[in-house]
């Protein structure tokens, strides 16, 4: 890959709301070709998309519930995993899919309004769909961090405003 | 009047011109600061939590004079993993204070009344302080834009006397940013040995050098036995109000600087020695990651700050750029109380580190890539409001007490 990709994926991981001119003035090149560069990696899917990260439960609007849930699986021929697991990501619910080695095999995180909604969505939905053998529900009961990024951590700056 | 019971030399001896620019800065509200001389990262977790263990496990108490012999032992691997250099943990390496008190006690260590410490320019603040409480005498060498603030060998060898006794180095350069390559010290290197100096060199920001790798002038042929090595922790770990930091240096010069701290200081203080040896044996990755960092930064501030029309070289180590104000008439003084005042931003006035510093002005990149470009925002503002006007500046309210010799 260009080294200009490179070098634009290595500051938009660390923070995505940099802007155009803020990156051209950083790698020195018009804000044109940084724009450019990003569409294509949007394009080849390397940038996937751009998340925010929402404290709900501050908001006191929404008060979701999140589970983690493991579900073995039956592995079909020449596919593997990948049918299933595909199939599993494209319920709206579902906010997680990943491969596990131990255990079991898929690791899924599913969001729902209520307890009962995440439960029926389980029961429902999941459980019944062929190839899955079993399911076990974890709730999360509270999130500490998320995406590298701590709930409620100190970002103050506690430096002086100027020493030598 | 009752009498004063302060040396007369000390009353004399004015404090840091940054300190009274701070003050000022610091009854300021809204201010976006790139004045500070210290990492904006908190320091690595896995680091504190070391230093928190060590606390849980009651390690409470004195070490070694010369600091725990594992950091030593660790000191003396990185040493020669990093720059070739073969250091004795046990008689050639002292924990200190930070760098700072290392500073201090080699030149205390070293200095007759009256022996000159040679000191190219802009540097760090505390050098010519320390070399007059140490009872030397100073002889600053002046460097230039031109030369991208690097020692020229033909200055060094103009400043020497038959007083001469030391040369102190400091690359990556605090305030400039500029580093020096194995070829440029070995041109040093001749002449230090030509007239049998002392080097200390000063290599805190030795971690943050961008562009190559950092020589370690001990490393040069025949420079080990006439140099002490000062380095830390506060910099590349982002470690600064821990303090500690290190000297390596032949023993001799160790043991005497050992004296002086063992007598004054006792020893460094054990949660941040274990939270060092923390830092040594597990802390490389997370210095890559913040260098990285910095690097983004430094191509924003530096392209940022020519952009808007301040000319600055490219700094290739530390995290400051040190661009030129002169264009706008104004002396980096006025210029940094100006800024202040209009627009809120601090930066540091070049003359605070050295009369050739006047006509520059520091602006640090250890700070977050949105305050840099609200800062640059607003710089650019003041800048353009002040083009052309080039009128003489009147007295600074502020007075940057320069170290008269």
Not at chain 2, 42 to 60: D, F, N
Not at chain 2, 162 to 186: A, Q, W
Not at chain 2, 297 to 318: M, T
């Amino acid at each position: 890959m260009e080294s200009i990709k490179l070098k634009l994926l290595q500051a938009l991981e660390q923070n995505h709301r940099i802007t155009g001119k803020t990156l051209a003035t950083m790698f020195n090149v018009t804000e044109d070709e940084i724009l450019k560069n990003i569409k294509e990696l949007e394009d080849a899917k390397v940038i996937l998309g751009y998340v925010t990260l929402i404290d709900w439960e501050k908001t006191g609007h929404k008060d979701n519930v999140t589970a983690v849930i493991d579900v073995k699986v039956t592995p079909q021929r020449d596919v593997g995993f990948d049918v299933i697991a595909e199939r599993i990501s494209r319920f709206p619910e579902v906010k997680g899919v990943y491969l596990m080695s131990g255990g079991y095999d898929l690791s899924v995180m599913v969001e729902g309004s209520s307890l009962k909604q995440v439960a029926f969505f389980v029961s429902e939905k999941l459980a019944t769909l062929e190839n899955v053998q079993s399911t076990a529900t974890h709730f999360v009961l509270k999130k500490y961090k998320q995406n590298g990024i701590i709930f409620d951590e100190d970002k103050k700056d506690h430096r002086l405003v100027i020493s030598p | 009047m009752s009498r004063s019971f302060v040396k007369k030399s000390l009353a004399e001896l004015p404090s840091s011109g940054i300190r009274r620019f701070f003050d000022l800065a610091s009854t300021m509200r809204g201010v976006i600061s790139l004045g500070v001389g210290e990492p904006d990262f908190a320091t690595p977790w896995h680091i504190r939590e070391a230093g928190v263990y060590s606390l849980e496990k009651g390690y409470t108490n004195y070490t070694a004079n010369c600091g725990l012999a594992e950091l030593r032992r660790e000191i003396s691997r990185y040493l020669r993993q990093n720059f070739q250099l073969d250091y004795d943990y046990d008689r050639e390496i002292l924990v200190t204070v930070g760098a700072s008190e290392a500073i201090d006690l080699a030149l205390r260590s070293v200095l007759e009344a009256g022996d000159e410490v040679i000191i190219p320019e802009p540097c760090f603040v505390s050098y010519k302080p320390c070399t007059v409480m140490a009872g030397g005498a100073f002889k600053t060498v002046s460097t230039r834009e031109a030369d991208h603030f690097k020692l020229k060998p033909q200055d060094l060898a103009r400043a020497v006397t038959d007083r001469s006794k030391v040369l102190l180095l400091s690359y990556p350069n605090n305030p400039t940013g500029t580093i020096m390559t194995t070829s440029e010290l070995l041109q040093l290197a001749r002449i230090v040995e030509q007239h049998d100096l002392l080097v200390i060199a000063d290599e805190i920001y030795s971690e943050l050098t961008y562009e190559g790798e950092h020589v370690s002038f001990a490393s040069l042929p025949g420079m080990k036995e006439r140099t002490v090595l000062i380095n830390g922790f506060s910099k590349s770990f982002a470690m600064t109000g821990w303090r500690i930091g290190y000297a390596a240096a032949p023993g001799e010069i160790i043991a005497a600087m050992t004296k002086i701290h063992q007598y004054t200081i006792m020893c460094a203080p054990i949660a941040g020695q274990m939270a060092a040896v923390e830092a040594l044996k597990n802390g490389t990755g997370e210095i890559e990651k913040m260098k990285a960092e910095y690097s983004r930064r430094r191509g924003l501030i530096v392209n940022g700050l020519r952009q808007i029309g301040l000319p600055c070289f490219e700094p290739r180590g530390a995290f400051y750029a040190f661009p030129s104000i002169k264009e706008t008439g104004m002396s980096s003084r006025e210029f940094c109380e100006k800024l202040l005042q209009e627009e809120k931003v601090a930066v540091v006035p070049g003359d605070a580190f050295g009369r050739c510093g006047e006509g520059y002005i520091r602006c640090s990149y250890a700070s977050s890539v949105e305050q840099i470009s609200e800062a640059l925002e607003r710089m650019g503002k003041f800048v353009q409001r002040h083009a052309g006007k080039g009128a003489k500046a009147p007295t600074s309210t502020i007075p940057f007490a320069e170290i008269a010799r």
